[in-house]
């Protein structure tokens, strides 16, 4: 016997709207061909050309080795381009290419049916205090974090 049960975990509920979320949006980003980790990468390289893998793989959530992973995978089908850096040759910048721009402007417009469908289910307020608990959410496990 636990001395918590599951449904009074916070966790439980955060994990399982996590993979409602990730569900719905593998979902329909399958049609333009991608999966949710390679949506994000190419998400965040539109707003961050040149981003290195390791900075991409921060805003991303994954490891490194994750995020080389997904970027091989997109350069095999020309959606990026990496090239070294002008100054730190160790380091490649990374780019969409213009096949990349066009599978990501299809794919973001499926991945934001589904943001704009969630967030429809709230009122302004109710948003703003969700975005609210969860940053406080976000900022108590990092103070608890070893």
Sequence with gaps: MTSMPVAERLGSHLKRAEQALNATKAAVLKPAGLTVAQYAALLHLSANPGISAAALARLCGVTPPTMNTVLR??????????????????VLETRLTEAGRTVMADADARAVRVERALAAEFTGEERAALTGLLARCVSILERERP
């Design 73 to 90: 995978n997109l350069q095999d089908r020309e959606l990026i381009e990496r090239t070294p850096h002008e100054w730190h040759k160790n």
